[in-house]
């Protein structure tokens, strides 16, 4: 399975929680027609709750690099349509080079120098 942690980190889930406030404060206001409520308690919370979000990502509490996804590029730069990566043990889908073929996008380690 893929590496994946797509709405499991601290950003993901403040800001989830604020957006969601957002629109009960906003819903709720709209019901009672109280309209500086709507704007400030749905909408300006809502603006917040990005903002929070993007802040709290990049203090490192999103999502970060993928690490399962250090392997080879393959794609434009091999000739093929579709930018795809290929991690190590994997075959290559039918069209594309060989992982052989395939440059790796970082030095290789003595290890794999040795052997190769």
């Known amino acids: ?27 709720i ?16 919370l809502l603006v917040v709750g990005g903002i929070v979000g993007k802040v709290m990502q990049m203090m490192g509490l999103g999502q970060g690099e993928n690490p399962a996804l250090t392997g080879r590029q393959c794609g434009a730069e091999a000739g093929t349509a579709e930018g795809m990566t290929v991690r190590e043990g994997m075959a290559a889908p039918e ?9 790796p996008d970082v030095a290789a380690t003595p290890a794999e120098e040795a052997a190769g």
């Open 1 to 27: 399975m893929a590496y994946n942690s797509h709405g499991h980190t601290p950003a993901a889930w403040t800001t989830v929680l604020i957006v969601f406030l957002a629109f009960v404060f906003g819903s």
């Open 29 to 44: 206001a709209v019901l009672v027609q109280n309209w500086p409520l709507f704007w400030i308690g749905g909408v300006g």
């Open 95 to 103: 069209g594309t080079p060989s992982q052989s073929a395939v440059k």
